[in-house]
């Protein structure tokens, strides 16, 4: 008779991880991650007029849309910070999940990316998902609502409830 490995006497038991649940801000992560790979192993381009795979519009508020689990192709960045989608939050509040967003300007100078987390207890800094122009998909380290007087602003999720 086999018995598991982590059945085994001394060996601890690794506890099954569930599964994320929809609209929680663990699946939001999952969804923007896939992006980074998903050109067989490369980050899906960026594009504002073309539509990925699963039908997603290839820019900002298409990825983020796609991340969130929202209807496709996604709605535009303006609309990812209306009320039926967002509420306004301050940067400070920031958790995994939200969205930063610029929704002043026009369609090629708004922008929205997905929160990850700080990048350090002073909050200087952030890891962020995002689809830029040139480098498609991106998980890097950003600074964008940190400044004074600057556009972006923290936004919350509706679905996730609180």
Not at 44 to 71: E, I, K, N
Not at 79 to 100: C, F, K, S, W, Y
Not at 118 to 137: C, L, M
Request: aromatic share 8%; hydrophobic share 30%; glycine share 8%.
């Amino acid at each position: 008779m086999d018995i598991p490995e982590d059945r085994l006497p001394g060996v601890p038991v690794r506890a099954e991880q569930p599964a994320p649940q929809p609209g929680s801000r663990q699946q939001t992560l999952q969804r923007a991650a896939v992006w980074l790979t998903a050109n067989n192993g490369r980050p899906v381009p960026y594009a504002q007029d073309r539509f990925w795979r699963d039908g997603y519009r290839q820019d900002c508020s298409g990825y983020a849309s796609m991340a969130l689990g929202l209807p496709t192709p996604g709605t535009n960045t303006q609309g990812l910070a209306d009320r039926r989608h967002t509420r306004p939050i301050a940067m400070n509040e920031l958790q995994p999940g939200d969205l930063v967003i610029d929704a002043i300007g026009t369609s090629n100078t708004r922008h929205v990316v997905i929160f990850e987390k700080w990048n350090d207890d002073a909050h200087r800094s952030y890891t962020a998902y995002e689809q830029r122009s040139v480098h498609g998909t991106s998980h890097r380290s950003v600074t964008y609502g940190l400044t004074a007087g600057s556009e972006y602003k923290a936004y919350r999720p509706l679905q996730y409830g609180d």
